[in-house]
């Protein structure tokens, strides 16, 4: 079956790619650091000829409530800085956890709109930034590996994809990976949108949720989730009418949520009566040798081949 949104959209505002020399600022906007790992990522990202600015509260703990990085107030003056600071050509977020939705709605939107486009990256409870950077700066922006976390430091293939998406976008065009395989069959085509499962049920009812994602290629993935929890995401985002007009979903990793088997029981017996594509395992998220996936770029999942083929690069020329 092939999919199209009634109206094919043509994405959100593309920020210019990296050149070496670049300024990126880390950022906390979750849970707490660790030292060594925010130095390493700092490290990496060195190497890589980037000049880095660490955020003056990234290791901060909050007085009282030990799962996040510092008060709200601090973790979001931080990121506005970042964002507002013309030398700063991309934000990364140091580690997901808890926290975003609790500062979310303490940024100054108006103020973060005057500022030029620039990269986002962030993945897991970023998902709640990534919502609210595309419904109010209309920014495409980065589902890719945090910088002060085992996966950016550790993982080889996980921050080459980065790094290659970040500095040579044309390069990272199709995403698919050795366990891509169809769900249900079919090709979609949409603007890529999503992130992790539980954050984007959290958000529904909020100031940054959208009514629904329609016209999207809707990407999925999640992590510690019993499958009975899964169930009741989906089960909630299907109630809540966010799968209204979705051509099609990219499932990525499971980890920890049980049997791989098991988790794609769930998901057909969710999912599959939308009648649309679904990939299964396409290599993003809780994983080793996650891609980065470009949000807000209008993109063909190709179920049958395993395949999400952007239209053009996750950044802009500059």
Request: aromatic share 4%; charged share 20%.
């Amino acid at each position: 079956m092939d999919q199209h949104p009634t109206t094919p959209g043509r994405g959100l505002t593309r920020p210019p790619h990296l050149r070496p020399g670049d300024h990126v600022a880390v950022v906390a906007t979750s849970g707490p650091i660790d030292p060594g790992r925010l130095a390493a990522g700092a490290a990496l990202l060195r190497s890589w000829d980037l000049r880095v600015t660490i955020a003056p509260h990234v290791l901060d703990t909050h007085p009282v409530l030990g799962h996040l990085a510092g008060t709200d107030a601090d973790r979001a003056a931080d990121l506005q800085a970042a964002w507002l600071d013309p030398t700063v050509n991309a934000v990364i977020c140091a580690r997901g956890g808890y926290g975003v939705h609790r500062m979310v709605d303490l940024l100054d939107w108006d103020a973060l709109r005057t500022a030029p486009p620039k990269v986002l990256v962030g993945y897991s409870d970023v998902s709640s930034l990534h919502e609210a950077f595309a419904r109010n700066l209309g920014l495409a922006t980065l589902y890719g590996p945090m910088s002060a976390t085992a996966a950016f430091v550790e993982d080889g293939p996980t921050a080459e994809h980065l790094r290659r998406t970040l500095f040579d976008p044309a390069a990272t065009t199709v995403l698919t990976s050795a366990t891509a395989t169809p769900l249900v069959p079919g090709r979609a085509h949409g603007v890529t949108a999503g992130g992790c499962t539980h954050v984007l049920t959290a958000e529904r009812g909020t100031p940054t949720a959208r009514p629904s994602y329609a016209g999207s290629i809707l990407i999925l993935e999640d992590v510690n989730e019993h499958l009975y929890q899964l169930d009741r995401l989906l089960t909630q985002l299907l109630r809540s009418g966010a799968f209204d007009g979705v051509t099609g979903i990219a499932l990525g990793s499971w980890e920890g949520c049980g049997p791989l088997d098991r988790v794609r029981d769930v998901m057909l017996d969710r999912l599959g009566p939308l009648g649309i594509p679904i990939v299964w395992e396409l290599g993003f998220g809780h994983c080793r040798s996650a891609l980065t996936v470009p949000l807000g770029v209008p993109a063909l999942l190709d179920a049958d081949a395993g395949t999400l083929t952007l239209d053009l690069p996750a950044l802009a020329e500059r």
